[in-house]
């Protein structure tokens, strides 16, 4: 053992922050791709919902120069992304909690901020792959053809505007128990995103669900992806006000609960 | 023995109580370790040492007094770059494998271990590639080893670090262990197994109900051992209570074996014979370090350390809040 490097001397300065990110942000990505019951559905779920309710009627006019098939693209292009942050962030971040690796994590020096960074860095990784597996269907199987100004738009817009979700989920992660968030999760994501007019579209949803559907954080991250196709039904303004609004309503929640089970835990 | 720069000791612990809920599991402590020491935290389940750890690392607050780790709040990030920690009660990752894990450890410290040594040190060579969910739970032991050296920490925090281990894998463990501390790192471990604290450490500190009730060397401790280890048969039947006024601790009788341990074992046997007992196979031996920790903190309490009163709680448990 004589070859083992001394241990350092004092003063001692913390190990550099960006191989800790990006290290750490692998390992979250390989632990949700190598649990198929969080990674295929996020990845296949929003692909076999676009074939079902948009490939059927894919070449059918919907709006002016848009077709219900791109018009259906934008609303699973936000189901998609959306449900990652939900399960690719928030249920992965319950599973860690119930399996005791937050106290792992926290014997290391490492802040928990990176570890919370590291992964929504992750989550979003996996929203590219998913809007990009979708994507490819599309135009594969729909014959849907955009602009490249298009594709990127909707891209970055469905990117940016998942912050919100991602604060639900650690909501979520932090103020359900470990087992019962995979429920809860879905239960309330599915009620969202269905009562924005993500599967069935807004003019066809039934009247309490339209009244209802203007409230929903689904229906106005939605309105971005539709902007981007040019069929959105408000300004692109006050989509995204209402979406830093829920933005700092769940964030405010999820420090709440997190802060709860810290002085339950760690107190 | 090296001198820590700056010097604060490794660690330092001042009037710490610490309470869950109405339950208390320290009831002042106060420790200061210097940086080299290997020192056993030994003690009976529920004694305390899972809370006093856990505050060392940071992953406690106390209730009452003060906790530092190199002169710094236990939390501060400088400090737990300069520690590294096995936990009795904490996941892994089960799909990540024991390279991907190590490596991942490796970037939380500055001056970290090749990745091959880290393994290699905790005995995972041919299991780098394996996934942790795949691995045995001596090997998971091991697993979380490697974690808590591949930083190459000044001091590492092991809470009964063996659980789970067969007998040979344990030896092996102890050694790696004991390498580790032979290269002038301190090691704080706990553990309610006597043999690996004489094995292991330069200093033991007995703690039971919340309280430190010895803290010496593994030869100082054994010296604290009442005299004498008193073994017979009888087929008489003998009320515990009866050996209450005689100067013995440690009593244990069950079907017709009597043991207990005196420092004046001669008059007691005088006043056995006395009262007709029968005695056969009647055996007097020294009183090894197991017997030292029985007398430390068998069921009447402390016999040495002075007089601390009534304790108003029987048990205490470390994870009471859970």
């Given at each position: 053992m004589?070859?083992?490097a001394?241990p350092?001397?004092?003063?001692?300065?913390?190990a550099?922050?960006?191989?800790?990110?990006?290290?750490q942000?692998?390992a979250?990505?390989?632990?949700f791709?190598?649990?198929?019951?969080?990674s295929i559905?996020?990845?296949l779920?929003?692909?076999?919902?676009?074939v079902?309710?948009?490939?059927?009627?894919?070449?059918?006019?919907?709006?002016p120069g848009?077709?219900?098939?791109?018009?259906?693209?934008?609303?699973?292009?936000?189901?998609?992304?959306a449900?990652?942050?939900?399960?690719?962030?928030?249920?992965?971040?319950?599973?860690?909690r119930?399996?005791?690796?937050?106290?792992?994590?926290?014997?290391?020096?490492?802040?928990?901020?990176i570890?919370?960074l590291a992964?929504?860095v992750?989550?979003?990784?996996?929203?590219?792959?998913?809007l990009?597996?979708l994507?490819a269907?599309?135009?594969?199987?729909?014959?849907?053809?955009?602009?490249?100004?298009?594709?990127?738009?909707?891209?970055?817009?469905m990117?940016?505007?998942?912050?919100?979700?991602?604060f639900?989920?650690?909501?979520?992660?932090?103020?359900?128990?470990p087992?019962?968030?995979?429920?809860?999760?879905?239960?309330?994501?599915?009620?969202?995103?269905?009562?924005?007019?993500l599967?069935?579209?807004?003019?066809?949803?039934?009247d309490f669900?339209?009244?209802i559907?203007?409230?929903?954080?689904?229906?106005h991250?939605?309105?971005?992806?539709?902007?981007?196709?040019?069929?959105p039904?408000?300004?692109?303004?006050?989509?995204?006000?209402?979406?830093?609004g829920?933005?700092?309503?769940?964030?405010?929640?999820?420090?709440w609960?997190?802060?709860?089970?810290?002085r339950?835990?760690?107190? | 023995?090296?001198?820590?720069?700056?010097?604060?000791?490794?660690?330092?612990?001042?009037?710490?109580?610490?309470?869950?809920?109405?339950?208390?599991?320290?009831?002042?402590?106060?420790?200061?370790i210097?940086?080299?020491?290997?020192?056993?935290?030994?003690?009976?389940n529920?004694?305390?040492?899972?809370?006093?750890?856990?505050?060392l690392?940071?992953?406690?607050?106390?209730?009452?007094?003060?906790?530092?780790?190199?002169?710094?709040?236990?939390?501060?990030?400088?400090?737990?770059t300069?520690?590294?920690?096995?936990?009795?009660?904490?996941?892994?990752?089960?799909?990540?494998?024991?390279?991907?894990l190590?490596?991942?450890f490796?970037?939380?410290?500055?001056?970290?271990?090749?990745?091959?040594?880290?393994?290699?040190?905790?005995?995972?060579?041919?299991?780098?590639?394996?996934?942790?969910?795949?691995?045995s739970?001596?090997?998971?032991?091991?697993?979380?080893?490697?974690?808590?050296?591949?930083?190459?920490?000044?001091?590492?925090?092991?809470?009964?670090?063996?659980?789970g281990?067969?007998?040979?894998a344990?030896?092996?463990?102890l050694?790696?262990?004991?390498?580790?501390?032979?290269?002038?790192?301190?090691?704080?471990?706990?553990?309610?197994?006597?043999?690996?604290?004489?094995?292991?450490?330069?200093?033991?500190v007995?703690?039971a109900?919340?309280?430190?009730i010895?803290?010496?060397?593994?030869q100082?401790?054994k010296s604290r051992a009442a005299?004498?280890r008193?073994?017979?048969?009888?087929?008489?039947?003998i009320?515990?209570?009866?050996?209450a006024?005689?100067p013995?601790?440690?009593?244990?009788?069950?079907?017709?074996?009597?043991?207990?341990?005196?420092?004046?074992?001669?008059?007691v046997?005088?006043?056995?014979?006395?009262?007709?007992?029968a005695?056969?196979?009647?055996?007097?031996?020294g009183?090894?370090?197991?017997d030292?920790?029985?007398a430390?903190?068998?069921p009447?309490g402390?016999?040495c350390?002075?007089?601390?009163?009534?304790?108003?709680?029987a048990?205490?448990?470390?994870?009471?809040t859970?």
């Open positions: 004589s070859e083992l001394r350092p001397v004092e003063p001692v300065l913390p550099p922050v960006w191989p800790m990110l990006r290290l942000a692998l979250q990505a390989r632990i791709w190598r649990t198929p019951a969080l559905v996020s990845l779920l929003p692909i076999m919902l676009f079902f309710f948009g490939l059927p009627n894919a070449s059918t006019p919907y709006l848009v077709t219900l098939g791109t018009y259906m693209l934008a609303s699973f292009a936000a189901y998609a992304v449900s990652t942050m939900v399960f690719g962030f928030g249920v992965t971040l319950a599973l860690a119930g399996q005791r690796i937050d106290v792992l994590m926290r014997s290391t020096p490492l802040p928990g901020s570890y919370m992964r929504a992750a989550a979003l990784g996996f929203g590219l792959l998913s990009v597996a994507y269907v599309a135009i594969v199987a729909a014959g849907i053809r955009l602009g490249p100004d298009v594709w990127i738009e909707m891209t970055l817009w990117l940016l505007g998942a912050i919100p979700f991602i639900f989920g650690f909501f979520i992660a932090y103020a359900t128990s087992s019962s968030a995979p429920a809860v999760a879905n239960m309330v994501f599915l009620v969202m995103a269905f009562a924005s007019g599967f069935v579209r807004l003019d066809q949803l039934p669900l339209a009244t559907a203007p409230y929903m954080p689904t229906y991250y939605a309105q971005l992806a539709w902007a981007s196709i040019g069929a039904s408000q300004p692109v303004s006050t989509s995204v006000a209402w979406l830093v829920y933005s700092v309503v769940f964030f405010a929640l999820a420090l609960a997190y802060r709860r089970d810290a339950r835990r760690f107190g | 023995m090296p001198t820590p720069a700056g010097g604060a000791p490794v660690v330092e612990m001042a009037g710490v109580r610490k309470l869950y809920g109405e339950v208390e599991a320290l009831r002042g402590v106060d420790l200061r210097e940086a080299g020491e290997v020192v056993a935290v030994l003690g009976p529920g004694a305390g040492k899972t809370t006093a750890i856990s505050l690392l940071g992953l406690r607050a106390p209730t009452e007094g003060t906790v530092r780790l190199f002169g710094r709040p236990p939390e501060d990030r400088r400090a737990r300069r520690r590294g920690a096995m936990l009795q009660e904490s996941g892994v990752p089960t799909n990540l494998t024991v390279g991907e190590v490596d991942m490796r970037s939380f410290y500055p001056a970290s271990l090749r990745r091959d040594d880290a393994i290699g040190m905790a005995g995972l060579a041919d299991k780098a590639k394996s996934q942790a969910g795949t691995l739970g001596g090997q998971l032991q091991r697993l979380y080893f490697a974690l808590a050296v591949c930083g190459n920490p000044e001091a590492l925090f092991l809470d009964e670090p063996t659980v281990m067969d007998v040979a344990r030896h092996a463990f050694d790696s262990i004991a390498e580790y501390g032979r290269q002038g790192r301190t090691i704080v471990l706990t553990t309610h197994v006597m043999d690996e604290a004489d094995a292991l450490a330069d200093r033991i007995v703690i109900k919340g309280r430190i010895a803290d010496d060397t593994p100082g401790i005299g004498k008193v073994r017979f048969r009888t087929p008489d039947s009320e515990p209570g009866s050996l006024a005689l013995v601790t440690g009593v244990s009788i069950s079907g017709g074996e009597v043991s207990f341990l005196s420092g004046a074992p001669e008059p046997l005088a006043e056995l014979f006395r009262r007709g007992i005695i056969e196979e009647l055996e007097v031996g009183a090894d370090l197991e030292a920790f029985l430390l903190t068998g009447d402390p016999t350390g002075g007089s601390r009163g009534p304790d108003p709680a048990t205490v448990t470390d994870e009471a859970r």
